[in-house]
């Protein structure tokens, strides 16, 4: 039993910190956010430049073979800092489909331009029905002479605006729901047949409805075998998960920390409203809030670190903790700011909405406790 | 003669009253305790009948006679925004207001004697759900809610007969000036000055979280006549003010989910007739503790949450694309079940607070349990109104919510992707008319004594 | 829309109240409750003096007539004063029984007696393996050469061993959780066969383990209609599901009052603990339970005088509502009291028990939230 | 050079450092920040090594030789009682830790010159986890975990000899003299007296909420030597009373379950040995509260906790005679998991908390985390254990819990009847040991500064 982090670890961690305060503080992230592209091309490149966007991937590949300890340090500082480049949906999410599937063909002509930060991309992970469910895959993909021809609707697809691969599961075969018969496309954004309407999200990312009409591809598109891509989509969107929920333990605690700094400076009735005990108190509780989420984060790191089994219920776990009980943090934090914390000129308000935007994505703190329940107690 | 022989008379029951437990003492402290206890119930009531939950006759007629009113009324484009979440603009509401003032029904909560209803309190318990159950817009209440009530209370007849009658016919519209930056809950704190030169005020300062200042022609105002006060809440005024009236300028104040719905209010040398002082100099402070009383009786919204519960479970019980009904997801289901029930129980609680006004009584502090438990209410239901939306929650697209936008190019269906810009801008509930921690500051000083 | 109660109805609760102020003060209820016998008869016979025993039921009966609302007076009173009197058992229970499904003689055998005090009584309306589910009933009765002849196990029979009446529900056809079937016996409790384990329950009333072995009894014995006792049953224990909310509302006032009262003169610190915020705010939140609850207590009530349909899901909601926020008050109240509240000397303690029973009687919060959601929408 | 690149070659990564964006600014205040809060993982660190949830061969070994130990030594008369919820005796505890002791194990946290184990924060966790696992009795607190460190710290070479290997082989049964009546959570006000006569004190007072001081032949109190003093903290000193001197006895205390557990402590004219002083005069409050942080981070009891879950879980996994599986209904086992994921944090800020200490620090106010949440949880699972327990939690049947007592002639299966009594009783865990309410107050002071 370790709780340890290298050097490496440990430096990269405060690389990531360092780059929030002297490169990403809330201005510059703002105006990052009113920009036109989802964010600034040359923001992208420094990341790509600090070797993040490689972070994930083998050596062999070009990457720098980081893991789970990894992940957690670099997304918890994103959440600090309210980051909104689109490190998820392509280095996460559509990288993450490409390591654990993608050929040495496919991977040459995708993956080194994205580690490079030359490709943006996206995975199309969810359907209008389907809610939360993964498997719920209505969009069809008819294998006619030769080619592989796609139809149906993507939802809420993260930086499906600005990518220019578009990774897409569709059936194959069996009915919807069946985990059997999902086969994993990796199309080029610009292929004929796909219309994709993009838009801000409230948490200030970008995303998009994408629409596939009689979309045709050669079988190379392929990613992995034909009808077996559920395993790599959920492994994908389960390591997302544990992402977003090292990112809003980092959330809370930075709405946490102002919040008390706050109730330090505000003056009401001639005295900081932090000498107030019933604040006092609920401040204690979000404390121990933040550490607890610190804690299971810990727990779910270390157990995907370890491989093996528990993995997914690791992940469930944190991710229902981190929603409901963060959920408390980040009202609590609006409520002791007062009508400040309403305003869209602090920061806390955008914490705030990216803290909530997390509570839905990948299913949210109902559908994670269901799972745990469902999946077997270690 | 003891009160266990009398309750079995009142009831009929003779026998036996040899087994009567001999000399109970008479009627002591606790049963005037339960007396008043049961206080609020008594007042509804006609002697002699007992508690019936079903509406009586007349109270069915008046119900009809609101429905007939609203499905002649209500006109069918503010009808058709209101239910595709198109904001209305300020000629919409005061359309719709003016044809409530044709009707007679604009001053709810008024004295008849200057134009008001008279309604008794379960009438009054109609009307707001019957508007609640169409989704017809409520009176913008800064006027006909809060400034008129100081008005005819505390002001005197030339301003009554001069503002009374444009707030009911809302020919002019009024905001209100209490908050000041940086003052937050700490109203009495208040710096924006009103120095007397001859028969003017001369004011100066700035108020804030101004609600819809920017459609205002008049603000009622908290200003400082006099700093030479022991108490800090002495030597405040009530004050009218035309914002049409040189050195009144209006700046917007952005909220978090991105619209501008108040404002920053500056006030530099605003020259105001003295003739605009509502009652005595150095009252205001008083006055404005009655008017939040009154603003916060009205502020449970039980009626529209109905709604937003009733309409919640419609939209939900279709399925979602094939999807199974989120209400056959326990979890949802048990949610909703629970807030529905905290609702009801919240429905009883303003019935009684009504009953025991409608004795005369004023709003008491009991009122911010209906502030506290409305917001809280409120915002269970904006919180489970994003849980069902899902991912629809989170598109940032409020352009699309306009008549002439397509209704087939729309992400999301009906008003998914304004359920979390509503749960964003809703966090203000338990933040604004005296915060909730503020409220439970008075409950815990003038009703539990401590 | 009427909120008010009669003249009469006030008078009720007035004598109710002073009759627990004067002859019910929490030394008397402790005697009570140490005594061997599960109440002084002298006492039952007092409760009967005043008509409380004669409330419930029909005027041609013997009875006064009463309805929800003085059920409701009753009990709120009766929990403020923490009363062990087999009320709810012999009155509310095995009354309401006899009130609904019993003929004129058996009424001339029973009801009498139970009105005028001098028969107490109990309905057996748990089985041990039911749980909550009233239908769940393994106990059969055979008709054999015109006897019904008595097999099974009946579960924390609410005074059951006192009792000189049984009601007994048992199956004379259909299998178990058929609704269908089941059969109402009136059993005087010395019939040969039954063999009752009696014992005090945490909140100092008394129940018993009751075994039926080969119990033989005439069809005269059978109350109602046979294979249709379950309308009766259900509709018996909703309406003492409705009296021991009301007792458990009465409760958490009295809670919340004695516990503000004693942060006024409980001295902490140089300062009454009542002077601290966050207790302060703490009691506010335990008021607001108290007035929530009272309303829909008051809801109920007059759902329930109304008649027609909607009664059960009221009884639901009012009793998943007492129990779920209601624990909250009586949990503050035994912190708020410190070591005090968790003394056998104070009444706190032995309103926490009392309250912590009624929250299990007749199903608890999540049994009757869940009862809410299957009835029909009001 | 700059982190970032550092950062890159440590990680191997060379390739384009030509787009590394330049001059990066040094290791700022932030990375600093970042340290401090990894600090307490970085403690129990091999360099290189990174994070592993599975044990080592090193603690492998450990847990079986744990485990062999318990198999054999752990007396099964004990056990059976354990097991079947039958309270028990002085001479069962103490002849479970005279086993321990034999073992080497009665010491857990002692430094090992005293004969303490000198276990890492791993060994002490693992057993911890295998003690509980089997339902074995912890050891009794008061002396070993409460007065033990406080002599071994604060006392002289006299005192350490004298009571420190009694109270590690349990020849001696310590109880605690703190709370007074009326006292409650101001500890500082108490008021029982030391007053010097010569080489002796004369103690005069009451002390409560004594647990198991009917066992106990010593007690340790904190008495007042001196009430000429500036802030009511000081003139407390730290006393060892053997409670066989004349003028000491104990009256019983009923708590709400109805058992006796606590007790009062009465002192009249006691005579006590001056050489029980343990320190100086006066300074008894800082040891005092050395104490109450130790015992702060023994309590929050996640290894007891977790074996209650999972005996939770199995019995209520198997049907209940022919009913369906609780783990079935999707509240319960909903409840169940919720609890299970709160406790898994818990486990885990424990074993920070142990780092921490194991590299020096004393366990600062971080442990009053520790006793909220662990007490938080603890209660949780008793109510969860009513819940569970349907009716069979009502009947009061604590004389069936005997091992003489008929199986068969129980009421309810395994130990159900109990679940209540522990609910009542545990609601003692938020209140004593410093309330919850103190430990907010502790940590809003000391760890957010308010």
New interface residues.
């Given amino acids: 039993m370790d709780f340890s982090v290298t050097e490496e670890q440990a430096m990269l961690a405060d690389a990531v910190a360092r780059f929030i305060d002297n490169d990403y503080d809330f201005e510059t992230r703002q105006k990052i956010a009113q920009g036109d592209a989802g964010s600034g091309k040359e923001m992208w490149q420094t990341l790509a430049g600090l070797g993040w966007t490689a972070l994930p991937f083998n050596e062999e590949d070009g990457g720098l073979g980081g893991g789970p300890v990894e992940l957690m340090l670099l997304m918890e500082q994103f959440g600090r800092g309210l980051v909104i480049e689109p490190y998820l949906p392509t280095v996460v999410l559509a990288g993450g489909i490409l390591r654990r599937a993608a050929d040495d063909s496919q991977k040459a002509r995708w993956l080194t331009a994205l580690i490079g930060g030359e490709l943006q991309a996206a995975l199309a992970f969810a359907e209008p029905q389907a809610r939360f469910d993964l498997a719920d895959i209505a969009t069809t993909a008819a294998s006619r002479n030769g080619l592989y021809v796609l139809n149906g609707r993507k939802a809420f697809v993260l930086n499906g605006g600005d990518a220019e691969l578009l990774i897409v599961p569709a059936r194959t075969s069996g009915g919807r729901r069946n985990r059997d018969g999902i086969t994993l496309f990796a199309l080029a954004a610009d292929t004929a047949g796909i219309a994709r309407k993009a838009y801000r999200t409230v948490d200030a990312h970008r995303a998009a409805e994408i629409v596939l009409t009689d979309v045709r591809v050669q079988p190379d598109a392929v990613l992995g075998q034909v009808g077996e891509g559920f395993g790599t989509l959920e492994a994908t969107v389960d390591e997302a998960t544990f992402a977003v929920s090292a990112e809003a333990t980092g959330i809370i605690r930075s709405m946490h920390d102002k919040t008390v700094e706050y109730s330090r400076n505000r003056v009401q009735f001639g005295v900081p409203i932090g000498s107030f005990q019933a604040l006092q108190h609920r401040m204690v509780d979000t404390l121990m809030v933040c550490e607890q989420c610190r804690s299971l984060l810990l727990w779910a790191t270390m157990v995907s670190a370890s491989g093996g089994t528990g993995v997914q219920r690791a992940i469930s776990a944190l991710k229902y903790q981190v929603g409901s009980s963060g959920r408390r943090v980040a009202q609590e934090a609006v409520q002791i700011h007062g009508g400040m914390g309403v305003t869209w000129e602090l920061d806390i308000a955008h914490f705030f909405k990216r803290f909530t935007a997390i509570e839905t994505l990948f299913g949210n703190s109902d559908f994670h406790l269901d799972r745990f329940v469902a999946l077997a107690g270690d | 003669m003891t009160?266990?022989v009398?309750?079995?008379r009142?009831?009929?029951?003779t026998?036996a009253t040899s087994?009567?437990?001999p000399n109970?003492?008479p009627?002591?402290s606790?049963?005037v305790?339960?007396?008043e206890e049961?206080a609020?119930?008594?007042?509804?009531?006609?002697?002699?009948?007992?508690?019936?939950?079903?509406?009586?006759d007349d109270?069915l007629t008046f119900r009809d006679e609101v429905r007939n009113f609203l499905q002649e009324k209500y006109p069918a484009d503010i009808r058709e925004k209101q239910d595709s979440a198109v904001a209305l603009g300020k000629d919409d509401m005061v359309r719709w207001q003016k044809i409530l003032y044709e009707q007679g029904w604009a001053g709810v909560n008024w004295p008849v004697e200057y134009g008001g209803t008279g309604w008794s309190a379960?009438q009054k318990y109609i009307f707001a759900n019957e508007i609640a159950a169409v989704n017809a817009p409520e009176m913008v209440p800064f006027g006909v809610k809060m400034v008129a009530p100081v008005i005819y209370t505390f002001g005197n007849e030339e301003q009554k007969a001069r503002f009374l009658p444009d707030i009911l016919m809302s020919n002019v519209w009024w905001c209100q000036g209490y908050?000041e930056p940086g003052a937050?809950?700490?109203l009495a704190?208040l710096k924006t000055r009103a120095d007397r030169r001859g028969d003017r005020y001369i004011v100066n300062g700035t108020k804030?979280?101004t609600t819809l200042g920017h459609f205002a022609d008049w603000i009622f105002c908290l200003v400082r006549t006099s700093s030479d006060v022991a108490r800090r809440q002495e030597g405040i005024s009530f004050l009218l003010v035309d914002m049409s009236t040189p050195g009144v300028s209006v700046q917007p104040?952005?909220?978090?989910?991105?619209e501008r719905e108040v404002n920053e209010v500056h006030f530099h040398d605003v020259a105001v007739p003295v003739d605009n002082l509502v009652g005595e100099e150095g009252k205001g402070w008083t006055y404005g503790k009655v008017l939040l009383q009154h603003e916060r009786a009205n502020i449970a919204g039980v009626a529209r949450s109905k709604y937003r519960m009733k309409h919640l479970?419609e939209k939900y019980a279709q399925s979602?694309?094939?999807?199974r009904s989120l209400l056959e997801d326990?979890?949802?289901?048990?949610k909703l079940?629970?807030i529905?029930?905290?609702l009801?129980?919240?429905?009883?609680?303003e019935?009684?607070t009504l009953?025991a006004v409608a004795v005369g009584k004023a709003p008491g502090p009991e009122s911010s349990?209906l502030k506290?438990?409305g917001s809280e209410i409120q915002q269970a239901i904006d919180?489970l109104t994003?849980?069902a939306a899902?991912?629809?929650?989170?598109?940032?697209?409020p352009q699309q919510y306009h008549l002439d936008f397509p209704a087939d190019e729309r992400?999301g269906s009906g008003a998914e992707t304004q359920s979390?810009?509503r749960?964003?801008?809703n966090?203000?509930a338990?933040?604004?008319g005296g915060?909730?921690?503020i409220q439970?500051?008075i409950?815990?000083k003038h009703?539990?004594?401590?």
């Fill in positions: 009160g266990a009398r309750v079995q009142n009831i009929g029951y026998a087994r009567v437990k109970l003492p009627v002591g606790n049963s305790k339960f007396r049961y609020d119930r008594q007042t509804i009531l006609d002697q002699g009948s007992t508690m019936n939950v079903n509406f009586s109270e379960i908050s937050g809950s700490d704190s804030t979280w104040i952005i909220t978090i989910e991105g479970r979602i694309d094939g999807g326990r979890n949802f289901a048990r079940a629970a529905e029930i905290e009801k129980a919240l429905e009883y609680t019935l009684r009953a349990i506290v438990k919180a994003v849980d899902g991912y629809y929650a989170l598109p940032y697209v992400i979390s810009l749960y964003f801008n966090r203000k338990s933040i604004y915060s909730n921690e439970k500051n409950i815990s009703v539990l004594g401590l």
